[in-house]
């Protein structure tokens, strides 16, 4: 684990910390959350799979399997990305990205784009910006379009879009991005999403 890794894990444990109840989730919260008091993958996929396990321990491993690219990870990793905490869809998000499934894209793109989880759509939209894979465009256009709808409340979600496609510069979301100059809030990021289009 790099420095790097290390601080995000340490940020980890500190979070967690609260949702300890008792000796033993405090000796497998530091076992989890201390390099090199378990380094063995197999221990680790075992907290994913092994029933009354807490949803902090679960995001832990999920987490450390994640950063090293064990993909047995996936499927946990994919529904925190859609948690009602954006904290956990962040450290998911930061996972999944290290992770290198081909299958992250495609979910992310259908999280993104699940109209009854719109409210937790943030962090996938930009995860799928941060992947450049092919599904990334054409989700981020979709999900713009729907949030261009007047009185729609999402508009930290359509800014995030535009910021990706800014980001992606695929002359595919011109026609979006000129919508979305109109709206107050984006018209900036609009903007400037277009300038990186030309």
Same mark, same amino acid.
């Given at each position: 684990m790099d420095p790097a890794e290390d601080a995000d894990l340490a940020d980890l444990a500190l979070r967690t910390r609260h949702e300890l109840s008792g000796p033993a989730d405090e000796e497998l919260h530091h076992r989890l959350t201390?390099?090199?008091? *378990?380094?063995?993958?197999?221990? %680790?996929?075992? @907290? &994913?799979?092994?029933?009354? #396990?807490? =949803?902090?321990?679960?995001e832990i491993a999920a987490y450390r399997l994640g950063c090293a690219g064990d993909r047995r990870a996936f499927e946990s990793l994919i529904l925190l990305l859609n948690h009602r905490d954006p904290e956990r869809c962040v450290c998911s998000a930061h996972a999944l990205s290290r992770l290198g499934d081909p299958r992250t894209a495609p979910a992310a793109? /259908? =999280?993104? *784009?699940?109209? =009854?989880? @719109?409210?937790?759509? &943030?962090?996938?939209?930009?995860? $799928?910006?941060?992947?450049?894979?092919?599904? !990334?465009?054409?989700?981020?256009? *979709? @999900? %713009?379009? #729907? #949030? %261009?709808?007047?009185?729609?409340?999402?508009?930290?979600?359509? %800014?995030?879009?535009?910021?990706? &496609?800014? /980001?992606?510069?695929?002359?595919?979301? #011109?026609? @979006? &991005?000129? !919508?979305?100059?109109?709206?107050?809030? $984006? !018209?900036?990021?609009?903007?400037?999403?277009?300038?990186r289009l030309r």
């Open positions: 201390t390099p090199g008091a *378990t380094d063995d993958p197999d221990e %680790l996929a075992a @907290v &994913l799979t092994e029933p009354q #396990r807490p =949803l902090w321990a679960r793109a /259908a =999280l993104a *784009t699940n109209e =009854l989880r @719109v409210a937790y759509a &943030l962090v996938p939209v930009r995860l $799928l910006a941060a992947l450049r894979a092919p599904e !990334s465009v054409p989700a981020l256009i *979709t @999900v %713009l379009n #729907r #949030r %261009l709808a007047p009185g729609d409340p999402h508009w930290r979600v359509a %800014l995030a879009c535009v910021e990706g &496609l800014g /980001a992606l510069a695929d002359k595919r979301a #011109r026609p @979006v &991005l000129e !919508s979305a100059c109109a709206h107050p809030r $984006l !018209s900036a990021a609009a903007a400037a999403a277009l300038g």
